[in-house]
Antibody, heavy 117, light 110 residues
């Protein structure tokens, strides 16, 4: 059974860079698309971007200028960097696997990132 | 890209059926059969309930069904049960090779 686990700092200062890693277990990271999705408290889901194991990416246009995603197949991990964060970036961040059916079939448990000084 | 439009809330009594709509554009919902639906209980990660408009992953009860007409997709839950009370989100692949979610619908089982 594929499992995903997010990790990274729970507190980031305004204007700094948010960095998160998703570790995939129970299966290979290869030959799949992987996504980051976030959810501010009490609000809906927002798709951030996706990365293929080749390194090709697509990002949400509203975040594109601040987002960088990368993948490390040797560690079965992929990562998210979001620069110049503000309080509006405070959210639970989820990593997820994109299936061939274009649905998000596997999700991490989510990690809360708070942007505050 | 704009979020897909869902009703903020719906409700129904146990045993009844409810339908949640999800309206997009020809660049997302109307253009692709890549609409999916997610159930989210408080404090939990979303769970895929429907993919490719109307397909259920293994383990999802057949009380859950999906459909699409034009730019609007729908999720129907029949034979409502107490455990169906949750937030539901639709999502669609888009012509820009991105994904967009709906704003979410809170289902209350009366």
């Amino acid at each position: 059974q594929v499992q995903l686990q997010e990790s990274g700092p729970g507190l980031v200062k305004p204007s700094e860079t948010l960095s998160l890693t998703c570790t995939v277990s129970g299966g290979s990271i290869s030959s799949y698309y992987w996504s980051w999705i976030r959810q501010p408290a009490g609000k809906g889901l927002e798709w951030i971007g996706r990365i293929y194991t080749s390194g090709s990416t697509n990002y949400n246009p509203s975040l594109k200028s601040r987002v960088t995603m990368s993948v490390d197949t040797s560690k079965n991990q992929f990562s998210l960097k979001l620069s110049s964060v503000t309080a509006a970036d405070t959210a639970v961040y989820y990593c997820a696997r994109v299936g061939g059916n274009y649905g998000f079939g596997y999700w991490g448990q989510g990690t809360l990132v708070t942007v505050s000084s | 890209q704009s979020a897909l439009t869902q009703p903020a809330s719906v409700s129904g009594s146990p045993g009844q059926s409810i339908t949640i709509s999800c309206t997009g554009t020809s660049s997302d919902v109307g253009g692709y059969n890549y609409v999916s639906w997610y159930q989210q209980h408080p404090g939990k990660a979303p769970k895929l309930m429907i993919y490719e408009v109307s397909n259920r992953p293994s383990g999802v009860p057949d009380r859950f069904s999906g459909s699409k007409s034009g730019n609007t997709a729908s999720l129907t839950i029949s034979g409502l049960q107490a455990e169906d009370e949750a937030d539901y989100y639709c999502s669609s692949y888009t012509s820009s090779s991105t994904w967009v979610f709906g704003g979410g619908t809170k289902l209350t089982v009366l």
